[in-house]
């Protein structure tokens, strides 16, 4: 008889509901106990999207309120010795994306509004700020406890109108009257905890309440959202097996597979490798690895930011940072880098301790295929459907042949008769006369096919054009546009664009490729 799937939590952000049915539940509640003993009452926690921060803060909200019943067996219990029921106000602003301030002020009056049957209300409390003030004096005065307050997802309102200085300008106003009220009743607070993706300074939040402890990249906080190395191995080993058996493998290979695709995520310097916490669980559910975390698509926030600081896509690894280059408050952000570490298709990869030097990258095949599907609109005009469709599965079965011509070929005919996306026929009147587009290009499509490549690779002799890694072969590319394929070549031969990978056992195919202006595709190559 085939072993019974567990039941997975795709989804569920109530930490009871969690525990009651049953779902699978990797323990965390240690690192909930030790947030709930900070010195410090204040604590704000930054993750990208689908990280598991309304579990957490659901978690949290249980632990406060003295739900000892739900933590029986689990690490909380044995470190918890009181359990007194403090009373909690948990915000959760997920269901104010999308919306004008009165949109967002109504949402607040609704949350507001289910406290108040509990604690009370006063006419005088007008507008939603006073009336947090009066629900936390209040609830106070009732219980003689100190009050627990959670907002989850602060900033969702303030996402989508980064790049409207105005809607930007109303919607902190709104949410500054309700958060200034925090610091004002300090002393009345056991626990504040806020959870989101970014940081806006100028937020009450973080203006006024001076002493807010920022947990984000904490080593001792790395791993308290995601699934480490150990978790997967330990609590989740029986999963694993039962998707190996599915896909008739080893465990191990399994275990391989699910590393590349959902791992590699860290969140300070010393942080364990994380797994992206929904991806691995829709895996589990589905019985099927594949790309789960751009189910929504790439945030609209991000990449009108990445326009509006003129990103170079390619360039988004293996970068050399300190930490006030991506670590940085939203209103202060030269560049998207903040968002896209942030957001989560950045990570930590590295940190050289005595130059206080990161280095960050995209953090596995997931990220790497849904971060080029997203991009693809806007860089190179290509709706990501149309190159999945029939092009892919033939480009990507001949590099894997090894026949470079055939996938030229394959590229070649692509790009001569793709349809372009509403809009952009213009732009690209102006784009496509430039080597750099089809830089683009070539690198957007190769990373949707989980194909290692990186553009302008500095060496002795020299930029590179672009070099592709296949598990047997290195391809090393230069582009022409108003030269020939030859003297592309040529430049490869003459500047040893090759020679750094000449020695690592893999064969080194070098590539001149020429495009021509009006067609917009590939006119000729020399291998």
């Given at each position: 008889m085939a072993e019974k799937r567990r039941k997975y939590p795709v989804g569920i952000q109530t930490f009871s509901r969690l525990i009651r049915e049953g779902y699978v539940y990797v323990d965390k509640t240690d690192l909930v106990w030790q947030m709930a003993n900070e010195d410090n009452p204040f604590l704000f926690l930054a993750r990208p999207r689908r990280f598991g921060k309304s579990l957490l803060a659901s978690t949290l909200h249980s632990f406060f309120a003295g739900e000892r019943e739900l933590f029986r067996g689990l690490k909380a219990e044995q470190l918890e010795w009181d359990w007194q029921q403090y009373p909690v106000l948990h915000f959760d602003l997920s269901g104010t994306k999308h919306l004008e301030p009165q949109g967002v002020k109504d949402e607040l009056d609704r949350q507001l509004k289910k406290m108040e049957r509990l604690y009370g209300c006063a006419s005088g409390e007008t507008t939603p700020g006073m009336r947090l003030a009066g629900l936390i004096e209040r609830a106070y005065e009732q219980t003689k406890l100190r009050v627990v307050v959670i907002v989850d997802e602060y900033d969702a309102p303030l996402l989508d109108v980064l790049h409207e200085d105005d809607s930007l300008r109303q919607m902190r106003d709104v949410l500054q009257e309700?958060?200034?009220?925090?610091?004002?009743?300090?002393?009345?607070?056991?626990?504040?905890?806020?959870?989101?993706?970014?940081?806006?300074?100028?937020?009450?939040?973080?203006?006024?309440?001076?002493?807010?402890?920022?947990?984000?990249?904490?080593?001792?906080?790395?791993?308290?959202?995601?699934?480490?190395?150990?978790?997967?191995?330990?609590?989740?080993?029986?999963?694993?097996?039962?998707?190996?058996?599915?896909?008739?493998?080893?465990?191990?290979?399994?275990?391989?597979?699910?590393?590349?695709?959902?791992?590699?995520?860290?969140?300070?310097?010393?942080?364990?490798?994380?797994?992206?916490?929904?991806?691995?669980?829709?895996?589990?559910?589905?019985?099927?690895?594949?790309?789960?975390?751009?189910?929504?698509?790439?945030?609209?926030?991000?990449?009108?930011?990445?326009?509006?600081?003129?990103?170079?896509?390619?360039?988004?690894?293996?970068?050399?940072?300190?930490?006030?280059?991506?670590?940085?408050?939203?209103?202060?952000?030269?560049?998207?880098?903040?968002?896209l570490y942030q957001s989560g298709y950045l990570t930590i990869k590295g940190y050289d301790r005595e130059g206080e030097i990161y280095t960050l990258g995209i953090p596995n095949q997931e990220v790497q295929t849904g971060y080029a599907e997203g991009l693809m609109p806007t860089y190179i005009g290509l709706d990501a459907t149309d190159v999945q469709t029939g092009f892919a599965l033939k480009f990507w079965r001949a590099l894997k042949k090894d026949d470079i011509d055939l996938a030229l070929r394959q590229m070649q005919a692509f790009l001569a008769g793709i349809p372009y996306v509403e809009g952009f026929k213009k732009k690209l009147e102006q784009v496509a006369v430039k080597e750099g587009f089809y830089e683009y290009t070539f690198y957007l499509i190769f990373n949707m096919l989980n194909v290692y490549a990186r553009t302008q690779v500095k060496c002795q002799g020299g930029r590179v054009d672009m070099v592709v890694l296949m598990p047997q072969t290195t391809y090393v590319f230069e582009l022409k546009m108003h030269e020939t394929a030859q003297k592309a070549l040529e430049q490869i031969n003459t500047n040893g664009y090759a020679l750094p990978y000449e020695t690592d056992g893999r064969r080194v195919v070098r590539v001149g490729l020429h495009f021509d202006l009006d067609s917009r595709t590939l006119d000729d190559w020399v291998v």
């Open positions: 309700f958060y200034q009220r925090l610091k004002m009743l300090e002393p009345l607070i056991k626990c504040c905890f806020i959870t989101g993706i970014t940081k806006f300074s100028q937020l009450s939040i973080f203006s006024t309440i001076n002493n807010i402890s920022i947990i984000s990249m904490l080593p001792k906080y790395a791993a308290l959202c995601g699934i480490t190395e150990q978790e997967l191995t330990t609590t989740l080993a029986p999963d694993i097996a039962l998707l190996a058996r599915e896909y008739e493998c080893t465990p191990e290979e399994m275990h391989r597979r699910l590393k590349e695709r959902y791992d590699g995520y860290m969140f300070s310097e010393r942080s364990p490798e994380i797994y992206n916490p929904f991806s691995l669980f829709k895996a589990f559910s589905t019985q099927k690895v594949t790309n789960y975390w751009f189910e929504s698509g790439t945030p609209t926030f991000l990449i009108r930011q990445m326009q509006k600081f003129n990103t170079d896509i390619t360039s988004l690894n293996d970068l050399e940072v300190s930490a006030s280059a991506f670590d940085k408050p939203t209103e202060a952000m030269t560049t998207a880098l903040p968002l």
